[in-house]
């Protein structure tokens, strides 16, 4: 299908690479819901609308199943059928394994994969009646190789790598597309404060040799919301960080 014209709804989207997909959809003629956990700012819609499509902001959080439900009823109330979500939003909490607490394992996951579960399985409901719709969830290259202070995020992302294919598996039929995202080293807020030793170091495993952009990120989305026969997938954006034979 081709994106303009479609409403498409990203988690996490006040921010980083889900402020920048916002920006990416609109501007291939996409209507956008954008999505945080607090407030969404006029400045930012007004942005998004500038580009001559429909905008509009659902708070919530994506954690708990009944907020989770109401966001995806505000927004097909105020804009209509949403055509593709992305469930973009996560959190990290990094610490080594002995020091993580309970509660640090289960919070990640809690966001990360139970969140993704909340919004997916509440808007597949709407999109198998309509027998149409995509799906895009965002992993990382750490739920494919893992990352040492990273065992919970790993978790998470690994386990949105396994709901996105069984999830994909059951509603093919439908019509309906979930593929994942794993993204690799991406210049965010969260890598702006690392120091340049560190950066270097991590561009020495990357074949590209340096970090990807936000926008590296949202055109692969751009494509996988129009892609028809493509399902099932992770497609890693990572600079050849990690290669699978």
């Given at each position: 299908?081709?994106?303009?014209?479609?409403n498409?709804?990203i988690?996490?989207?006040?921010r980083?690479?889900?402020?920048?997909?916002a920006?990416?959809?609109?501007?291939?003629?996409a209507?956008?819901v954008?999505?945080?956990?607090?407030?969404?700012?006029?400045e930012?819609l007004n942005e998004?609308?500038s580009?001559?499509?429909?905008a509009?902001?659902?708070?919530?959080?994506?954690?708990?199943?009944?907020s989770?439900?109401?966001?995806?009823?505000?927004?097909?109330?105020e804009l209509?059928?949403?055509?593709?979500?992305?469930?973009?939003?996560?959190i990290?909490n990094?610490?080594?394994l002995?020091?993580?607490?309970?509660?640090d394992f289960?919070?990640?996951?809690?966001?990360?994969l139970?969140?993704?579960?909340?919004m997916?399985?509440?808007?597949?409901?709407?999109?198998?009646?309509r027998?149409?719709?995509?799906?895009?969830?965002?992993?990382?290259?750490?739920?494919?190789i893992?990352?040492v202070?990273?065992a919970?995020?790993?978790?998470?992302?690994?386990?949105?790598?396994?709901?996105?294919?069984?999830?994909?598996?059951?509603?093919?039929t439908?019509?309906?597309?979930?593929?994942a995202?794993?993204?690799?080293?991406?210049?965010?807020?969260?890598?702006?404060?690392l120091s340049?030793?560190?950066?270097?170091?991590?561009?020495?495993t990357?074949?590209?040799?340096?970090?990807?952009?936000?926008?590296?990120?949202?055109?692969?989305?751009?494509?996988?919301?129009q892609a028809?026969?493509?399902?099932?997938?992770?497609?890693n954006?990572?600079?050849?960080?990690?290669?699978q034979?």
């Amino acid at each position: 299908m081709t994106i303009k014209g479609k409403n498409v709804l990203i988690t996490g989207s006040t921010r980083g690479i889900g402020r920048t997909m916002a920006v990416e959809f609109a501007k291939a003629g996409a209507n956008v819901v954008v999505n945080g956990r607090s407030e969404i700012s006029e400045e930012f819609l007004n942005e998004l609308t500038s580009y001559g499509v429909k905008a509009i902001g659902v708070s919530g959080d994506i954690s708990d199943f009944t907020s989770a439900g109401e966001m995806i009823a505000q927004a097909e109330s105020e804009l209509g059928a949403i055509d593709v979500l992305i469930n973009n939003a996560g959190i990290t909490n990094d610490k080594l394994l002995l020091r993580m607490s309970q509660e640090d394992f289960e919070k990640i996951l809690q966001i990360n994969l139970v969140g993704t579960f909340n919004m997916t399985q509440q808007m597949v409901k709407l999109m198998m009646k309509r027998r149409s719709g995509a799906i895009i969830n965002l992993s990382s290259v750490v739920g494919l190789i893992g990352n040492v202070g990273q065992a919970n995020y790993a978790a998470s992302k690994a386990g949105v790598i396994g709901f996105t294919k069984s999830v994909a598996r059951e509603v093919a039929t439908r019509g309906i597309t979930v593929n994942a995202i794993a993204p690799g080293f991406i210049e965010t807020e969260m890598t702006a404060v690392l120091s340049e030793k560190i950066k270097e170091q991590m561009n020495a495993t990357i074949p590209m040799k340096r970090f990807g952009t936000t926008e590296d990120v949202a055109e692969v989305a751009l494509f996988l919301a129009q892609a028809k026969y493509i399902t099932g997938q992770v497609l890693n954006v990572d600079g050849g960080l990690v290669m699978q034979g």
